[in-house]
């Protein structure tokens, strides 16, 4: 229930002319006074409880239906000496949220974090305030003697009435004479109006009478007013013809202005649509462009990674080129012929079962070798036996790095597709988002080789207008304004998966347009007054006009500058009463 201040025009005199203070506040629509609590007390009599704190004392309906509302006094009980005894108890088992002893108050409550029940007791001070006792005996004899007043009182108001009843029949009546007697005075006074209108008329009469006109000297004069007025018509049509003649040669040259007008107003439209068509044939060039020239670069970088192998296999020092005879030349087509320069160990066997072939019949020759050093031999047996030793080695190292292997693959199974699982939600959620903003987004996991775990990454790619393509976020494809729309759908997208107590945004809105700021307030708003979301603080030097605001919103107001009121000045409570004031006045007048 919201507690709110009454400022009718006695609690404006006691507070400002009075300066006392006092506590106002609306009692509910519905009244809480006779609600029964949730628990009976039989259930906790066991404990010493003996009754509930709204049943210790007496009120009017509209403050005990303010106190049940607002404190819910209906709800506590009042225990004994025996429930302060056992009250760690009483608080495990009970769960209840308040609890009265003789002495004591305990307040319970619940960590919202840990979920773990915390309570607080103090202690209760000495009654101050309506300790007064009414004898009820001496108010019930005062209320029959009220009763008896109020049943006299309607005696006397009935007959009261029946006395209003007569006076207004006879104030009708005299009305009505009074109003006969208005109408017959005003029939008097036009009659005398008339008769001396009808008098100044027969004067009238008869000084015309005495004075007699001459018929043929007015007409004459007539005659000649009528042909100067003829002749100054006559002026007027031909002045207007002329006129007339002017506008028309006018009206030619301004449908010719139009025609050439709407001539070049077509000849820039096309001109624009040219332009708009050129335009869009550029931007789609340029992003050709752009994808060569990353293919460029990834295909030189791959050509540099695979010049290091090739020179650290051929034990090639940083400074030194690869000899001729090893080089891989690329096929030229000169004068329109294919021409293949030599290429290295062309003429070598091309499949290992060749290979091996070769291998032995050059064994063989070896074999048919006679006046060999018996040093020679002894060096053959012994690398021999070095290289099965070593052929020994590198299977168990196979081995290994296959059990290495196998067990790194188990390994990222267990934390890649939770983490693409993960990555899909928010990426459900931000593409919904864009989407309620007529743009589409996506957010997905990015890397170049799987393998390389140090260069996962999130990837965010935006699209706010239907004719581009979807885009990675960066500075160079986005504006300012833009990339604070992506981040901030992004920021509330992490919303419901990574929980925390509050969350900052500070200036999120500048640089964004009015439309596109809007919809992120109105999304911010949704968002943070959803149940069980983490706290925003929306630090922002502006706002726009007419923006949605919930109940569940704090606005906070930072006054400085150089014009503000000095701090020892400033008096919160005078700006209030002085806009209560121009609050009453306005109706007034």
């Known amino acids: 229930m919201i507690i709110k201040i009454i400022l009718s025009f006695p609690y404006v005199q006691v507070r400002d002319n009075k300066k006392l203070r006092v506590n106002a506040v609306i009692a509910p629509k519905s009244s809480y006074a006779d ?133 207004r029949h006879l104030e009708h009546k005299d009305n009505e004479l009074r109003q006969k007697k208005k109408e017959l005075l005003e029939r008097k006074t036009k ?23 001459n018929l043929e000297e007015e007409e004459r004069k007539a005659t000649t007013k009528i042909r100067e007025i003829n002749i ?77 192998r090739a020179r ?38 091309n499949t290992l079962d060749e290979i091996d072939a070769l291998l032995t019949e050059e064994r063989s020759r070896a074999s048919c070798f006679t006046g060999l050093n018996p040093t020679v031999v002894e060096e053959y047996t012994k690398r021999e036996e070095e290289i099965e030793q070593l052929t020994e080695e590198l299977k168990g190292k196979k081995v290994e790095l296959d059990k ?25 959620k931000f593409s919904n988002f864009f989407s309620s903003m007529q743009c589409a987004g996506e ?23 239907s004719s581009t393509q979807l885009h990675e976020l960066t500075p160079h494809h986005q504006s300012g304004g833009e990339r604070s729309v992506s981040t901030m759908l992004y920021l509330m997208a992490l919303q419901e998966l990574n929980r925390c107590p509050f969350r900052v945004v500070d200036e999120i809105n500048q640089g964004m347009d009015p439309i596109n700021e809007r919809r992120v307030f109105e999304m911010v708003v949704n968002t943070a007054c959803k149940e069980n979301t983490s706290q925003y ?20 107001f930072v006054y400085n500058g150089p014009h503000m009121l000095e701090p020892n000045r400033w008096n919160l409570k005078a700006f209030q009463r002085r806009r209560r004031r121009i609050t009453f006045t306005q109706p007034s007048q």
Not at 444 to 465: P, W
């Open 35 to 167: 609600k029964a609590p949730s628990r009976s007390l039989n259930e906790l009599k066991q404990y010493g409880f003996f009754s509930y704190l709204r049943e210790l004392f007496d009120a009017p309906d509209p403050v005990m239906s303010y106190l049940c509302c607002q404190y819910h006094i209906h709800e506590v009980p009042v225990g004994t000496e025996r429930t302060r005894e056992r009250i760690e108890r009483v608080i495990q088992e009970t769960r209840l949220k308040q609890i009265y002893t003789a002495e004591e108050k305990y307040v319970v409550k619940t960590s919202f974090y840990s979920n773990k029940v915390i309570s607080s007791n103090t202690s209760l001070k000495v009654a101050q305030f309506l300790t007064v006792t009414v004898d009820l005996e001496q108010r019930r004899h005062l209320e029959e003697q009220l009763k008896e007043i109020n049943r006299k009182l309607q005696a006397v108001e009935s007959g009261l009435n029946a006395l209003r009843e007569t006076n």
């Open 191 to 213: 009659k005398r109006q008339l008769e001396q209108k009808i008098s100044s008329k027969l004067g009238s009469l008869k000084l015309m009478e005495q004075d007699t006109c």
């Open 232 to 308: 100054q018509k006559a002026k007027l049509v031909t002045e207007l013809t002329n006129l007339v003649k002017i506008c028309t040669t006018l009206h030619i040259e301004k449908v010719d202005l139009i025609l050439q007008n709407t001539t070049v107003i077509s000849e820039k439209n096309k001109l624009e649509s040219d332009y708009m068509a050129a335009s869009s044939q550029l931007r789609v060039t340029e992003q050709h462009f752009i994808e060569l020239d990353e293919n460029r670069q990834r295909l030189l970088q791959k050509c540099k990674e695979l010049m290091k």
């Open 312 to 349: 650290q296999v051929c034990n090639l020092g940083a400074e030194q080129t690869v000899p001729q005879e090893y080089q891989t030349q690329v096929p030229t087509i000169p004068n329109g012929h294919n021409s293949s320069p030599p290429m290295a160990f062309q003429d070598l066997p």
């Open 537 to 556: 603080f929306f630090i922002t030097p502006k706002l726009l006009q007419n923006l949605p605001y919930s109940e569940k919103m704090t606005v906070l």
């Open 404 to 428: 290495y292997r196998e067990n790194i693959s188990q390994v990222k199974e267990r934390w890649l597709n939770p983490l693409k699982e993960l990555v899909e939600k928010i990426n459900e």
């Open 443 to 465: 957010v997905d996991l990015h890397t170049e080789n799987e393998e390389d775990y140090d260069k996962y990454g999130i990837r965010i790619r935006v699209k706010f207008r």
